[in-house]
C-alpha cells in the first residue's frame, strides 16, 4: 500500500496558487474560443463587406494578450506597438 507524504504548508500554498492561475487561464482561453465561435458562425442579416471571422481574430488575440490574462506572453506582447491590426 502506498503511504501519503505529509505536504508542507508552503508546497499546499503553491499548489494552490498554481491551480488560481491555470483557472485564470482556461477562463480566458474560454473567452477567446466564445469570440471566435460566434466570430465564425454564418449570420445570414450580416452585411456583405463584413469580416466577423477576422474580427473575431483579432478580439480573441487581444483578449489572449491582456496583461491581466496571465498566460504567458502576455506579458511581453502587450506593451507591443498594436500593429497588425486593421
Request: net charge negative; proline share 9%; charged share 20%.
Amino acid at each position: 500500500m502506498a503511504r501519503e507524504l505529509p505536504v508542507p504548508g508552503p508546497a499546499i500554498a503553491a499548489l494552490e496558487e498554481r491551480v488560481r492561475v491555470l483557472e485564470a487561464q482556461v477562463a480566458v482561453l474560454a473567452d477567446a474560443i466564445r469570440v471566435l465561435a460566434r466570430g465564425l458562425e454564418d449570420i445570414p442579416t450580416a452585411e456583405p463587406g463584413q469580416r466577423p471571422a477576422a474580427e473575431a481574430a483579432r478580439r480573441a488575440y487581444d483578449l489572449l494578450l491582456a496583461p491581466g490574462s496571465r498566460l504567458p506572453g502576455a506579458a511581453v506582447q502587450a506593451g507591443g506597438s498594436g500593429g497588425g491590426h486593421g
